[in-house]
């Protein structure tokens, strides 16, 4: 009951299984000495109906007294026992699970947060965990604990009387069979109210982000009456939702509790043909009234848990993704990249096939091709944002699969088209490429990136907050502060996506300035879109649906005229056009 496969449905650490464990055996305790109060009751009924039809001598009050005691004290120390096992431990619990989480997390490789919505995450991390706790400290133990103790009293039971204790316990399994039937129902709904909640949540955000427009075309009253269906529609799915819950809930509660009846009726029956006697029937009614208790809760909890366990197979999918581990040194002889017949594949769709070119040190390296051929996935593969199916990818010679991703980047620095700013002022975000990196040092790096020109426009200068991901800042404004911060970081290898946002042709001239200044020296892999770049690039790799079509010097493949050639002749083409 309490195994590994138990322990994945709850998403349980050891440790938790453990306390769950604890919490199953005190709640056994507490059962038993309840019951065992039951029987002290019994006997002193038991002795005074002797005394009243057979005027047998009383036992001594003594006895009882002390019977009760012993019974008091039991009682008690088993209740804060199962109290310690069950709430208290959960809270440790929770938190070891947070953390565990966290550091699972950060071994992840990077990609994978690309691939995940990180609101999902969150949710995961806070939500998941959450509900999951309310489930560890209210139900597992408690639950677990309950079925235990009412088999051993069945057992017991059945000693006693076969046919009175069938007819206590026949709505037991029935109750819990009906629930469980209802699992699939409940499961269906909640998968149709996660649907309508996103589409409720997707249909406010459009809204939010359309504003203008539909402001501009008189389009509120067709946007809200949308919004509003969608609202509805998930409203009517909680409902339901409920409404079949509590049917069930209830319905099983009623069946169980039909067991007062039968027993009543066979206990009756079985008096008056003298096959049992009256405080037998006594004897179960005791029981009835503690047995159905722990089941009740149960009942009412039993939706809790069944979302529980969505919640926890959530958590395992965390726990049970790969991980991206590898020794803490890193000592490359040079920095030269070398992709080995690289393949790799997002979800079963094979994106780079057999990739091999090496960009060395000193050398810009320019990736070209259609859009879609695998170019920025090259430039992730080599930051091991994630790790190649087969084939290899080296730096200076050490096979980068072998080294812990936090060593590995700190030889990379990142300028990427999605520039990532923090709400904080332009030195705080520079500052983020070193940390721990003087003024002086900072504003030297925003010097070289051309920083100083439009930061001096800003009304605190450099202790200007920027705003919510640099939102009063354009386009080749953000990329120079990120460029600043490459600079500031002065890592060997730089890799590059060049923004295809349109620049300004002065804002283009700055930030080309600020790039050549940060890329002389380094292993350069660049996401090329101009020509001006690729011209300028030592050596050139075409990517073709993910092969290598063409690579070598851009003299060398104009000359040969295949698909970079083309590609130019395009590309200066539409220029001229546009003109
Ligand atoms: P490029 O940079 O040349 O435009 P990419 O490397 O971005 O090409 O993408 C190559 C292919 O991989 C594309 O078909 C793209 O749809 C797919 N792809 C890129 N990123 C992901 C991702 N995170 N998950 C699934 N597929 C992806």
Same mark, same amino acid.
């Given at each position: 009951?309490?195994?590994?496969?138990?322990?994945?449905?709850?998403?349980?650490?050891?440790?938790?299984?453990?306390?769950?464990?604890?919490?199953?055996?005190?709640?056994?305790?507490?059962?038993?000495?309840?019951?065992?109060?039951?029987?002290?009751?019994?006997?002193?009924?038991?002795?005074?109906?002797?005394?009243?039809?057979?005027?047998?001598?009383?036992?001594?009050?003594?006895?009882?007294?002390?019977?009760?005691?012993?019974?008091?004290?039991? %009682?008690?120390?088993?209740?804060?026992?199962?109290?310690?096992?069950?709430?208290?431990?959960?809270?440790?619990?929770?938190?070891?699970?947070?953390?565990?989480?966290?550091?699972?997390?950060?071994?992840?490789?990077?990609?994978?947060?690309?691939?995940?919505?990180? +609101?999902?995450?969150?949710?995961?991390?806070?939500?998941?965990?959450?509900?999951?706790?309310?489930?560890?400290?209210?139900?597992?133990?408690?639950?677990?604990?309950?079925?235990?103790?009412?088999?051993?009293?069945?057992?017991?039971?059945?000693?006693?009387?076969?046919?009175?204790?069938?007819?206590?316990?026949? #709505?037991?399994?029935?109750?819990?069979?009906?629930?469980?039937? %209802?699992?699939?129902?409940?499961?269906?709904?909640? !998968?149709?109210?996660?649907?309508?909640?996103?589409?409720?949540?997707?249909?406010?955000?459009?809204?939010?982000?359309?504003?203008?427009?539909?402001?501009?075309?008189?389009?509120?009253?067709?946007?809200?009456?949308?919004?509003?269906?969608?609202?509805?529609?998930?409203?009517?799915?909680? $409902?339901?939702?409920?409404?079949?819950?509590?049917?069930?809930?209830?319905?099983?509660?009623?069946?169980?509790?039909?067991?007062?009846?039968?027993?009543?009726?066979?206990?009756?029956?079985?008096?008056?043909?003298?096959?049992?006697?009256?405080?037998?029937?006594?004897?179960?009614?005791?029981?009835?009234?503690? $047995?159905?208790?722990?089941?009740?809760?149960?009942?009412?909890?039993?939706?809790?848990?069944?979302?529980?366990?969505?919640?926890?197979?959530?958590?395992?999918?965390? =726990?049970?993704?790969?991980?991206?581990?590898?020794?803490?040194?890193?000592?490359?002889?040079?920095?030269?990249?070398?992709?080995?017949?690289?393949?790799?594949?997002?979800?079963?769709?094979?994106?780079?096939?057999?990739?091999?070119?090496?960009?060395?040190?000193?050398?810009?390296?320019?990736?070209?091709?259609?859009?879609?051929?695998?170019?920025?996935?090259?430039?992730?593969?080599?930051?091991?944002?994630?790790?190649?199916?087969?084939?290899?990818?080296?730096?200076?010679?050490?096979?980068?699969?072998?080294? !812990?991703?936090?060593?590995?980047?700190?030889?990379?620095?990142?300028?990427?088209?999605?520039?990532?700013?923090?709400?904080?002022?332009?030195? !705080?975000?520079?500052?983020?490429?070193?940390? #721990?990196?003087?003024?002086? !040092?900072?504003?030297?790096?925003?010097?070289?990136?051309?920083?100083?020109?439009?930061?001096?426009?800003?009304?605190?200068?450099?202790?200007?907050? $920027?705003?919510?991901?640099?939102?009063?800042?354009?386009?080749?404004?953000?990329?120079?502060?990120?460029?600043?911060?490459?600079?500031?970081?002065?890592?060997?290898?730089?890799?590059?996506?060049?923004?295809?946002?349109?620049?300004?042709?002065?804002?283009? =001239?700055?930030?080309?300035?600020?790039?050549?200044?940060?890329?002389?020296?380094?292993?350069?892999?660049? $996401?090329?879109?101009?020509?001006?770049?690729?011209?300028?690039?030592?050596?050139?790799?075409?990517?073709?649906?993910?092969?290598? +079509?063409?690579?070598? =010097?851009?003299?060398?493949?104009?000359?040969?005229?295949?698909?970079?050639?083309?590609? =130019?002749?395009?590309?200066?083409?539409?220029?001229?056009?546009?003109?």
């Amino acid at each position: 009951m309490f195994g590994e496969a138990f322990q994945r449905r709850y998403a349980l650490s050891d440790q938790g299984l453990r306390n769950t464990r604890k919490g199953a055996f005190w709640t056994v305790a507490v059962n038993l000495v309840v019951m065992g109060g039951m029987g002290i009751l019994y006997r002193m009924m038991q002795d005074f109906m002797n005394t009243l039809t057979d005027g047998a001598p009383l036992p001594n009050a003594l006895v009882y007294m002390l019977l009760v005691l012993a019974f008091l004290v039991l %009682s008690f120390a088993t209740h804060i026992q199962q109290y310690k096992a069950t709430y208290g431990l959960v809270y440790g619990e929770v938190k070891a699970t947070r953390l565990s989480l966290a550091e699972r997390l950060r071994k992840l490789p990077l990609g994978y947060f690309g691939k995940r919505d990180l +609101a999902d995450l969150t949710e995961t991390i806070m939500g998941d965990v959450n509900r999951l706790e309310h489930v560890w400290s209210h139900c597992l133990g408690y639950l677990y604990g309950s079925y235990l103790s009412t088999a051993v009293i069945a057992v017991a039971l059945f000693v006693y009387d076969w046919r009175m204790a069938l007819s206590v316990l026949w #709505g037991v399994p029935v109750a819990f069979a009906l629930l469980f039937g %209802s699992r699939t129902v409940s499961r269906k709904n909640s !998968e149709k109210l996660k649907q309508d909640s996103l589409q409720v949540s997707d249909g406010i955000q459009e809204v939010l982000e359309n504003i203008r427009e539909i402001r501009a075309t008189n389009q509120e009253g067709h946007f809200l009456q949308t919004l509003n269906e969608k609202i509805d529609r998930q409203e009517k799915t909680n $409902i339901h939702g409920e409404l079949a819950t509590g049917l069930f809930v209830n319905s099983a509660s009623v069946i169980m509790r039909l067991g007062v009846a039968t027993t009543i009726l066979t206990g009756t029956s079985l008096i008056l043909s003298g096959q049992i006697n009256f405080m037998l029937l006594f004897l179960f009614l005791l029981v009835i009234t503690r $047995i159905y208790a722990p089941f009740d809760q149960a009942l009412a909890l039993i939706a809790e848990m069944f979302i529980s366990q969505v919640s926890a197979s959530r958590l395992n999918e965390i =726990t049970s993704a790969k991980t991206a581990d590898g020794a803490e040194q890193f000592a490359p002889q040079g920095h030269d990249i070398e992709f080995r017949n690289v393949c790799f594949s997002y979800d079963n769709k094979q994106v780079l096939k057999g990739v091999s070119f090496t960009a060395r040190e000193g050398e810009v390296t320019a990736l070209v091709g259609p859009s879609g051929s695998g170019k920025s996935t090259c430039a992730r593969l080599a930051a091991r944002l994630w790790d190649p199916d087969s084939g290899t990818i080296t730096v200076g010679g050490v096979d980068i699969t072998g080294v !812990e991703p936090e060593v590995l980047l700190r030889d990379y620095s990142m300028v990427f088209q999605d520039v990532m700013l923090f709400d904080d002022t332009v030195m !705080e975000n520079i500052r983020l490429g070193r940390h #721990g990196a003087s003024d002086e !040092e900072v504003l030297a790096a925003a010097r070289a990136a051309n920083c100083d020109e439009f930061v001096e426009k800003l009304p605190k200068g450099y202790e200007t907050s $920027i705003g919510e991901n640099g939102a009063k800042l354009s386009g080749g404004e953000r990329q120079r502060i990120s460029i600043a911060r490459a600079l500031l970081k002065n890592a060997p290898i730089v890799l590059l996506d060049e923004a295809t946002a349109s620049l300004d042709v002065e804002n283009e =001239t700055r930030v080309q300035e600020a790039l050549s200044r940060l890329l002389a020296g380094k292993t350069v892999l660049v $996401i090329a879109h101009r020509m001006r770049t690729v011209e300028a690039a030592d050596r050139i790799v075409v990517l073709a649906d993910g092969k290598v +079509a063409e690579q070598g =010097t851009p003299a060398d493949l104009m000359s040969r005229k295949g698909i970079f050639h083309h590609m =130019t002749q395009l590309q200066s083409g539409s220029a001229k056009w546009k003109i």
